[in-house]
Every structure is written in structure tokens, then in C-alpha cells.
Nanobody, 116 residues
Framework: QLRLVESGGGLVQPGGSLRLSCAAS????????MYWYRQAPGKEREIVAR????????YYRDSVKGRFTISRDDTESTVTLQMNDLEAEDTAVYYC?????????WGQGTQVTVSS
């Protein structure tokens, strides 16, 4: 059974850092691109970052470039999002996604709140 479990969210002050992790199981992790998305209250879910399966090529939405870093560990089947210099606008539920099937599979999400 495919499963994605996010962790690492929490409350942080502006300028702070958090490290999100997504533990994957039930599929051959190394074969797939992995994504982080987020959804803020009242807004559409949006892609945050992506990492390829071979070569680890990365993509970031413009608003997080230079602040967030996505990485993966194929031996542990985990994908990580290091978030630095957090801003209030980064407040959202963050989701891990793997593009399998019509709409992909999603984790349950982890809440990130940036507030003073």
C-alpha cells in the first residue's frame, strides 16, 4: 500500500527555519519525481518544489528560490524540504506528492505557521 507521511511542521518566527520530511513506502521510490506542494487558507494548492528521480534535478517556485532546498534519499525513501528565512506568506499546510495514477498520491500534510 502506497503511503506518504509528512513531518516537521510547526510554528516559527519570521526569518526562522524548518525542515520537512516525507517518508514514502509502497512503491519504488527511486523511480519517481517527488514534489512538495502547499495550500494556504482560502487559496489553491500550489507546487513548491520538485526533484527528479535521476540526477536530482530541482525546480522551485519563484517565491521560495534561494530560501528552500529540496533533497531526496533513495536509500531511505525520503524527500526533505529545508526551509530557511521563512516569511508569513509561507504559512500553509505542506504536502508531499508522488505522481502515480491520475492525480498522484498525497500525504496527510503538515502545518507550517510563520508568525511573530
Amino acid at each position: 500500500q502506497l503511503r506518504l507521511v509528512e513531518s516537521g511542521g510547526g510554528l516559527v518566527q519570521p526569518g526562522g527555519s524548518l525542515r520537512l520530511s516525507c517518508a514514502a513506502s509502497g512503491f519504488t521510490f527511486s523511480r519517481y519525481y517527488m514534489y512538495w506542494y502547499r495550500q494556504a487558507p482560502g487559496k489553491e494548492r500550489e507546487i513548491v518544489a520538485r526533484i527528479s528521480n535521476v540526477g536530482g534535478e530541482t525546480y522551485y517556485r519563484d517565491s521560495v528560490k534561494g530560501r528552500f532546498t529540496i533533497s531526496r534519499d533513495d536509500t531511505e525513501s525520503t524527500v526533505t524540504l529545508q526551509m530557511n528565512d521563512l516569511e508569513a506568506e509561507d504559512t500553509a499546510v505542506y504536502y508531499c506528492n508522488v505522481p502515480i495514477g491520475d492525480s498522484g498520491y498525497w500525504g496527510q500534510g503538515t502545518q507550517v505557521t510563520v508568525s511573530s
